[in-house]
């Protein structure tokens, strides 16, 4: 058996990050989590995770922008990366649509719902993780 | 003699003008029919004189503008469309002289009783514009005891010609204010909903590890998920009040209050959010009791949402404050400061920041607790100013006029 999978969970809201933790560790993964854009980054990239679960809408740098960098490093561009969503929600909130298709070939591996059902998470992390 | 009269038409005439200056160049409906009335009273020199306007949804009149003698008392009264003189001029859109109004049927002395004023000759001419019953408005006793004569009604035709017209324009101008409200309402539902599905999650996260707690028997999960499910439900709680209050109209209904009392009330309720990102908020006495006359319901609704702004702006690092003050300043203004060292607020962003629903804090941001704050303290007639720089805290200095009934009535 390897090492835990660890998950890297970028959310500015502590109480989701709470959620989405106690959800997962009940698998046997280890969690960390950043609180904001920024620090996501930098942690991904100081100890690149097996995945990433992104939350989309935060203040300063939002989900897609991180995702567009996180396809930009070559240390990062592999991690498999999970987008937490409220619905209906596909449009970042700081780009236009010609810059959405720049990098919009590469998507994220799932979009999980707000308000997030935790079999649907654990399906979701176990497949990213496959 | 007849010079005598023909001064007092002159004067009555530049008074007219200076009334149809004042319906064309203010906003402010009651200030303009208190003006209208009080040229009404000084011109025609009578005890008392008010202005009773049409409520749209019962038909009844009520005195929106009262001067003189027990004008305080009749305030509250409410006028059944057709009852007494002013209910008749009102049902019959026509105007009314009765010089012995003991010996004329319609008069039913019922607001005299309920006020003690005690009612002889009165005047009373519908406002009527396009058609529309809009009020009415009455002179009563002259000063000298003498009759009104048809010049009198004449005058007071003119006037309520021109008090209708104003009424007319403020209608227009508040049904196009709520409809430009609804629809800023409308286009943010998507982001309130947005912001409402997070807090749901925050809920349902919670709920989520007290179950795991009970199941487990685990104590810390129990207290933890609780403590989630109870602070998500509260800010719940903030954003509802917050969007009824920004979606109805309402006057204030104000009282005597001391802001201090209230200002500290608010800052015991934030404490514990400040708590848990190692904020230090406090509450600054200047040593005696501020005392206003507002609406401590919404006054309370402006610190919630400043206050638990500033919390928010502050690092989580342990140097966050906040200092919530509340003074007396000059003789008829009363001020509260919220002041916090956190991230400051981008010169491009400020003059955003209450004319649209504008938030810099991603999921859980509305720009809604902004909006309220503004239209609350204008209401009251005060404002807010803000100062702030990035990187340089934010400081929000909310005016208000101590007695506000004071500055309408001037």
Not at chain 2, 47 to 68: I, N, T, W
Not at chain 2, 323 to 332: L, S, W
Not at chain 2, 349 to 360: I, M, Q, V, W
Not at chain 2, 386 to 391: E, F, Q, T, Y
Request: proline residues 3%; glycine residues 8%; hydrophobic residues 40%.
């Amino acid at each position: 058996m390897g090492e835990a999978k660890k998950i890297l969970v970028v959310d500015d809201e502590p109480d989701a990050v709470e959620f989405v933790k106690t959800v997962l560790s009940r698998e046997d993964w280890e969690v960390v989590s950043a609180e904001d854009g920024q620090a996501g980054l930098e942690a991904a990239v100081a100890d690149p995770p097996d995945l990433i679960i992104l939350d989309v809408q935060m203040p300063k740098k939002d989900g897609f922008e991180v995702f567009f960098e996180l396809q930009q490093k070559e240390t990062t561009r592999s991690i498999p990366v999970i987008m937490l969503t409220a619905v209906g929600q596909r449009t970042g909130l700081r780009f236009s649509a010609g810059e959405m298709d720049a990098y919009m070939d590469v998507q994220p591996q799932a979009y999980v719902e707000k308000p997030i059902d935790p079999s649907g998470l654990i399906n979701a992390v176990r497949k990213a993780l496959a | 003699m007849e010079k005598l009269l023909k001064h007092l038409e002159r004067e009555a005439l530049r008074k007219l003008i200076d009334v149809s200056r004042t319906v064309s160049s203010s906003l402010d409906l009651h200030e303009v029919l208190t003006r209208v009335t009080h040229t009404a009273t000084d011109t025609m020199r009578v005890k008392a004189a008010s202005l009773l306007l049409v409520e749209r949804e019962s038909g009844d009149l009520f005195f929106e503008v009262a001067e003189g003698e027990k004008a305080e008392a009749v305030r509250r009264i409410v006028v059944p469309m057709g009852k007494g003189i002013a209910g008749w001029v009102a049902a019959h859109r026509r105007s009314l002289i009765v010089n012995d109004v003991a010996s004329d049927g319609r008069f039913t002395g019922w607001v005299d009783e309920m006020t003690g004023f005690t009612t002889r000759a009165i005047l009373c001419v519908p406002l009527l514009y396009r058609e529309k019953l809009l009020g009415v408005m009455e002179v009563i006793n002259k000063v000298d005891g003498t009759e009104f004569t048809d010049g009198d009604l004449r005058l007071c035709e003119s006037m309520g010609s021109l008090a209708a017209i104003a009424i007319d324009n403020a209608q227009i101008h508040a049904e196009q204010v709520r409809s430009a409200r609804l629809a800023a309402i409308g286009q943010t539902m998507a982001g309130l909903a947005h912001c409402i599905k997070n807090i749901l999650n925050a809920v349902q996260g919670g709920s989520y590890i007290v179950d795991l707690g009970l199941k487990d028997h685990d104590e810390e999960k129990l207290v933890k998920g609780w403590q989630i499910v109870k602070r998500n439900s509260a800010f719940l709680g903030e954003l509802v009040l917050n969007m009824l209050t920004y979606s109805k109209e309402r006057e204030p209904s104000y009282c005597d209050a001391d802001l201090s009392e209230i200002s500290q009330r608010v800052v015991e309720l934030v404490s514990e959010s400040a708590q848990r990102r190692n904020v230090r908020l406090r509450w600054e006495s200047g040593g005696e009791a501020v005392v206003a006359r507002i609406d401590p319901v919404g006054i309370r609704r402006v610190l919630m949402n400043l206050v638990s702004n500033a919390v928010e702006a502050c690092p989580d690092n342990g140097d966050g404050e906040v200092c919530v003050r509340a003074d007396v300043r000059e003789t008829n203004q009363v001020v509260i400061q919220i002041s916090d060292n956190g991230c400051g607020i981008a010169p491009e962003n400020r003059s955003k920041l209450f004319h649209e629903f504008f938030s810099t804090k991603g999921s859980r941001g509305t720009g809604l607790g902004l909006a309220v704050s503004h239209k609350i303290v204008s209401e009251h007639k005060g404002r807010i100013e803000v100062d702030s720089m990035p990187g340089q805290g934010t400081t929000f200095t909310i005016l208000l006029p101590r007695r506000p009934s004071e500055v309408r009535a001037r």
